[in-house]
């Protein structure tokens, strides 16, 4: 391949492009519909451009000792940013990567290789799908990233899928999911009543100016049937190029208000960003 050249494709899902860094040599950023998916740096993939795949890393971190292997699902499979960081901070962990558009899972493949022996395998499915036929107790941590164009699909922010996720993590066990929305946050507080009918404890990670309603923008849960180490995500979060807030607890409940959960007869997708909120130029 032109190291130098981008490259466009139509893909199952919408039309695909792979853009190369000009600041770093083997670098490239993939859109999805003008979207940024992923970005990966082949000479450096623990190297994460995008401030919410820092965030999920954040969670990942947390989830196990420094190093550690673990036996990760993610959902949703872009260009494999973060199943590539764990490859190389945590050596020897098993992953299965999930992604509906069979198109990008080619492209991707063709053009951003994993290295022999990353232990990742990725599968051409539905992520719903996918959860519910995984064996209970498979899975230390589950990562939600999934985006049909720039919205979350309504199939994967319910309470019976919080119930297939839980089964499939093992005691202890860790999700994290990319979600996106702004001020009133009626999504985003749906996913935090949802989750808290199921897990005992979340953590949201995002900017204050999300927070505040001042932008739309990404927020990160984290859900898990054991204590997060919330002071040490805070720490991470906040040291940031763009820094974050963690809330948890008694600011997390008052953050999600009397909304309701969401069950499966009545999901919808995530709100459609608003005009460029993650368009580039």
Do not use: C, K
């Not at 959860?131 to 107790?137: I, Q, V």
């Amino acid at each position: 391949m032109n190291e130098h050249l981008p490259v466009l494709r139509e893909t199952d899902h919408g039309t695909a492009r792979l853009m190369p860094d000009v600041d770093r040599e083997h670098a490239w950023l993939l859109t999805v519909d003008g979207a940024p998916q992923s970005y990966v740096d082949l000479d450096d993939p623990a190297y994460l451009e995008f401030e919410y795949a820092r965030r999920l890393a954040h969670v990942v971190d947390g989830a196990a000792a420094e190093g550690d292997p673990l036996d990760i699902l993610h959902l949703g499979g872009g260009a494999l940013s973060l199943p590539r960081y764990v490859a190389v901070t945590r050596p020897g962990s098993r992953q299965d990567v999930v992604e509906a558009d069979r198109g990008l899972i080619a492209l991707v493949a063709e053009h951003l290789p994993l290295p022999e022996g990353s232990g990742i395998a990725v599968h051409g499915a539905d992520a719903r799908r996918w959860l519910e036929a995984a064996p209970t107790g498979s899975a230390d941590l589950i990562v939600g990233d999934v985006f049909g164009g720039s919205r979350v699909p309504a199939h994967l922010t319910s309470a019976e899928y919080a119930r297939e996720v839980r089964r499939v993590l093992r005691p202890g066990g860790v999700y994290a999911a990319n979600l996106a929305d702004g001020a009133p946050f009626p999504f985003l507080r749906s996913q935090l009543a949802t989750f808290a009918t199921v897990f005992p404890e979340l953590a949201l990670v995002a900017e204050p100016a999300v927070l505040r309603g001042r932008r739309f923008g990404n927020a990160v849960l984290a859900a898990s049937d054991r204590e997060l180490d919330i002071a040490r995500l805070a720490r991470r979060a906040a040291a940031d190029a763009f820094p974050a807030r963690v809330e948890h607890g008694e600011a997390l409940r008052r953050f999600t208000g009397a909304a309701e959960p969401v069950l499966d007869a009545g999901a919808v997708p995530s709100p459609v960003p608003p005009e460029g909120a993650f368009g580039i130029g």
